[in-house]
């Protein structure tokens, strides 16, 4: 039972246009919501987060939206750049007093083109 | 600061051998993460240790055994490795179990582990 799904295993943009990046998830008991970045040979690097009573959080060119009524969340980069050209995982996480475990969906390639 | 370094980068066993694989963290992080990467599988937690002298089981933990030596190190063992436990290995940190709310975690760069 995969709790946390990214259906896009890939999506390719142009540069300096709108990259948006989905995630549904199946346990209304999660807390907080992640993003990470993942380069080819290295380890995932936090990108954003959101809690679950917020339904946007943004920052810089980086912004998550929740919609918890349709257990879905989203990451738009405005504006694209090669640079953002990775995997980007989504992950969820519920808040207990023993380590903040967390659940990761499957990933998505983003490929920034010229 | 190194952040979370993990040794080896790189690893081939044959089906029943064992291995350790370490991890380390200097950022006076209380919780210690090992998850595997497979393709198509996303990121899947083995062990955790919310502070250190506690460890917890995660999502797939058969086949494997940890240690949180100190609260700089977490390793990870393989008794008898097996085909099925070929994967890129991430160890993680966190500030962690001492208070209620998100932190984020930290992850090393992986080793990477074939067993033939």
């Known amino acids: 039972d995969q709790q946390v799904k990214q259906n896009s295993p890939s999506l390719s943009v142009q540069e300096g246009r709108i990259s948006i990046l989905n995630c549904d998830y199946t346990?209304?008991?999660?807390?907080?919501f992640l993003w990470y970045k993942k380069y080819p040979a290295e380890g995932p690097t936090f990108l954003i987060s959101?809690?679950?009573?917020?339904d946007k959080n943004e920052d810089g060119r980086f912004t998550v939206f929740l919609n918890k009524s349709a257990k879905h969340l989203s990451l738009h980069i405005v504006p694209s750049q090669p640079g953002d050209s990775a995997v980007y995982f989504c992950?969820?996480?519920?808040?207990?007093?023993?380590?903040?475990?967390?659940?990761f969906g499957t990933g998505t390639q983003l490929k920034v083109e010229l | 600061n190194a952040g979370v370094t993990q040794t080896p980068k790189f690893q081939v066993l044959k089906t029943g051998q064992s291995m350790t694989l370490q991890c380390a963290q200097d950022?006076?992080?209380?919780?210690m993460y090992w998850y595997r990467q497979d393709p198509g599988m996303g990121l899947r937690l083995i062990y955790y240790?919310?502070?250190?002298?506690?460890?917890d089981k995660g999502e797939v933990p058969n086949g494997y055994n940890v240690s949180r030596l100190n609260k700089r190190e977490f390793s990870l063992r393989l008794e008898s490795a097996a085909p099925s436990q070929t994967s890129v290995y991430f160890c993680?940190?966190?500030?962690?179990?001492?208070?209620?709310?998100?932190?984020?975690?930290?992850f090393g760069p992986g080793t990477r582990l074939t067993v033939l």
């Open positions: 993680a940190s966190s500030t962690g179990s001492n208070y209620l709310g998100y932190n984020e975690q930290f």
């Open positions: 346990n209304s008991m999660f807390d907080y």
């Open positions: 959101i809690s679950s009573i917020k």
């Open positions: 992950a969820a996480m519920v808040v207990t007093g023993g380590g903040n475990k967390l659940t």
């Open positions: 950022m006076n992080h209380n919780s």
């Open positions: 240790s919310a502070s250190e002298g506690t460890t």
